[in-house]
């Protein structure tokens, strides 16, 4: 029998994992366990609907898997809710766009060019196009969120979403500040935790359960899991922007995000990746996750502390969650190039815009990196010393391909001897 040729590809790319830094910030390494129920014969089932309350039959052992998945995230989390169906977190913030808002209203999120996300209301996304958005900022001079000027542009434009969360800041938020403003201007507030999610549910960075009405992740970047997304609630409420029930009461944020979910943006659930969220709350939920996340903080602030003393000059001055993002002005090279540079000694990150860039999206100045997936590879903090190295030897030498095939040898050295299943 022949085999297919995308299966040499699959091992192809399974030797580019193993032998190469993984510095991408929105990239993991999963377990052996969450890769078989992604690949299981789940995948042939379809599941329209919800627990107890499906469209086709055959659905008793795929609704006790998906409410095995629910109950863990809501251990995981501290969630009174929780919609384990969004095929990613691009589907879970569409979901809460539909809950949440009519064409047209206004949502107010971090500038994607200052490290917001592309579904947070960028021009180019269903978020900008179909509703108002207005943006929030981090300040030039330190590139933290400027607070002052959120509160005035949320008490200026009334949104109907406040949206907390980015995918290019290494700081932590100020979730209290962000519920009063939303209480002032009568928003809905909502985090989209996904990439810090693994460092807020063992408690190292803020929790904003208690202050924001939604929360959605994504479950395979810090948490570490199968590809996906998901969307909870600390505490259920009624939605206030009068979605009624035939009788005229106001439905539960709960009923409105399911079926804003299914069938509001997506049919079938993928109960095989549903089935892998939940191996991974599992995991994440046991205490060796808890050494791991903090591993990842501690990579993340020994990289950054590393990359400064090399000249480097990180947004903000260093990291407190697993990623951070670098100036690369001073090293006069922009984020493409660099990108390029680093992949060909087997270091992958990527080109990243860096707040009030001068280049474009295509271009950039900036590089972003993130320790979640050397993490689980074993790296610890004397490894991020030898990746400062590596990086600043490409940089510097950018012409030299002795540096770059000498930086490339030691990097195949370190990684392979690190297997990519550690757990
Ligand atoms: N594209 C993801 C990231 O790299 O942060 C976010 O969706």
Same mark, same amino acid.
């Given at each position: 029998?022949?085999?297919?040729?995308?299966?040499?590809?699959?091992?192809?790319?399974?030797?580019?994992?193993?032998?190469?830094?993984?510095?991408? #910030?929105? +990239?993991? /390494?999963?377990? %052996?366990? *969450?890769?078989?129920?992604?690949? $299981?014969?789940?995948?042939?089932?379809? =599941?329209?609907?919800?627990?107890?309350?499906?469209?086709?039959?055959?659905?008793?052992?795929?609704?006790?898997?998906?409410?095995?998945?629910?109950?863990? #995230?809501? +251990?995981? /989390?501290?969630? %009174?809710? *929780?919609?384990?169906?969004?095929? $990613?977190?691009?589907?879970?913030?569409? =979901?809460?766009?539909?809950?949440?808002?009519?064409?047209?209203?206004?949502?107010?999120?971090?500038?994607?060019?200052?490290?917001?996300?592309?579904?947070?209301?960028?021009?180019?996304?269903?978020?900008?196009?179909?509703?108002?958005?207005?943006?929030?900022?981090?300040?030039?001079?330190?590139?933290?969120?400027?607070?002052?000027?959120?509160?005035?542009?949320?008490?200026?434009?009334?949104?109907?979403?406040?949206?907390?969360?980015?995918?290019?800041?290494?700081?932590?938020?100020?979730?209290?500040?962000?519920?009063?403003?939303?209480?002032?201007?009568?928003?809905?507030?909502?985090?989209?935790?996904?990439?810090?999610?693994?460092?807020?549910?063992?408690?190292?960075?803020?929790?904003?359960?208690?202050?924001?009405?939604?929360?959605?992740?994504?479950?395979?970047?810090?948490?570490?899991?199968?590809?996906?997304?998901?969307?909870?609630?600390?505490?259920?409420?009624?939605?206030?922007?009068?979605?009624?029930?035939?009788?005229?009461?106001?439905?539960?944020?709960?009923?409105?995000?399911?079926?804003?979910?299914?069938?509001?943006?997506?049919?079938?659930?993928?109960?095989?990746?549903?089935?892998?969220?939940?191996?991974?709350?599992?995991?994440?939920?046991?205490?060796?996750?808890?050494?791991?996340?903090?591993?990842?903080?501690?990579?993340?602030?020994?990289?950054?502390?590393?990359?400064?003393?090399?000249?480097?000059?990180?947004?903000?001055?260093?990291?407190?969650?697993?990623?951070?993002?670098?100036?690369?002005?001073?090293?006069?090279?922009?984020?493409?190039?660099?990108?390029?540079?680093?992949?060909?000694?087997?270091?992958?990150?990527?080109?990243?815009?860096?707040?009030?860039?001068?280049?474009?999206?295509?271009?950039?100045?900036?590089?972003?990196?993130?320790?979640?997936?050397?993490?689980?590879?074993?790296?610890?903090?004397?490894?991020?010393?030898?990746?400062?190295?590596?990086?600043?030897?490409?940089?510097?030498?950018?012409?030299?391909?002795?540096?770059?095939?000498?930086?490339?040898?030691?990097?195949?050295?370190?990684?392979?001897?690190?297997?990519?299943?550690?757990?």
């Amino acid at each position: 029998m022949n085999q297919d040729i995308i299966f040499d590809l699959i091992e192809k790319e399974k030797q580019r994992q193993i032998k190469g830094i993984e510095l991408i #910030a929105s +990239e993991n /390494f999963v377990s %052996e366990d *969450v890769m078989k129920a992604a690949g $299981s014969v789940l995948t042939n089932k379809y =599941a329209e609907g919800y627990p107890g309350r499906r469209y086709y039959g055959g659905c008793e052992i795929v609704d006790d898997i998906e409410q095995i998945a629910i109950d863990r #995230a809501k +251990e995981l /989390f501290g969630a %009174e809710f *929780v919609n384990v169906q969004p095929h $990613s977190g691009a589907q879970a913030n569409a =979901a809460v766009f539909l809950a949440c808002l009519k064409p047209g209203e206004t949502v107010m999120g971090l500038d994607l060019a200052h490290g917001g996300h592309l579904t947070h209301g960028s021009p180019v996304n269903f978020s900008g196009l179909t509703y108002n958005p207005v943006f929030y900022k981090v300040n030039k001079e330190d590139g933290r969120i400027n607070y002052e000027e959120m509160v005035e542009t949320a008490l200026r434009e009334k949104p109907k979403l406040i949206i907390i969360g980015a995918s290019a800041y290494s700081r932590d938020y100020d979730y209290k500040k962000f519920r009063e403003v939303a209480n002032e201007v009568g928003a809905v507030l909502m985090a989209d935790i996904s990439h810090p999610s693994g460092l807020i549910a063992k408690g190292i960075l803020n929790d904003p359960m208690p202050y924001c009405d939604i929360v959605t992740t994504t479950t395979h970047k810090t948490l570490r899991g199968t590809r996906g997304g998901m969307i909870m609630l600390g505490k259920d409420f009624e939605n206030p922007f009068g979605h009624k029930t035939p009788k005229g009461e106001l439905k539960l944020m709960s009923q409105i995000l399911d079926s804003a979910v299914f069938p509001g943006t997506q049919g079938g659930p993928l109960e095989h990746i549903i089935a892998a969220k939940a191996i991974t709350f599992n995991e994440a939920l046991s205490d060796n996750y808890f050494n791991y996340i903090l591993q990842v903080l501690k990579n993340a602030q020994t990289l950054s502390k590393a990359l400064v003393e090399r000249g480097f000059d990180i947004i903000s001055g260093g990291t407190d969650n697993h990623l951070m993002l670098i100036d690369l002005h001073n090293k006069n090279i922009t984020g493409k190039a660099a990108e390029k540079l680093l992949e060909q000694a087997d270091i992958t990150c990527n080109k990243n815009m860096i707040p009030y860039d001068d280049r474009s999206p295509f271009i950039t100045s900036g590089i972003r990196l993130g320790t979640a997936a050397v993490t689980t590879r074993g790296l610890k903090e004397e490894d991020m010393i030898k990746i400062a190295d590596f990086i600043n030897d490409v940089i510097s030498d950018p012409e030299n391909e002795t540096t770059i095939n000498k930086v490339k040898a030691e990097v195949n050295l370190l990684m392979n001897s690190k297997p990519l299943f550690q757990w």
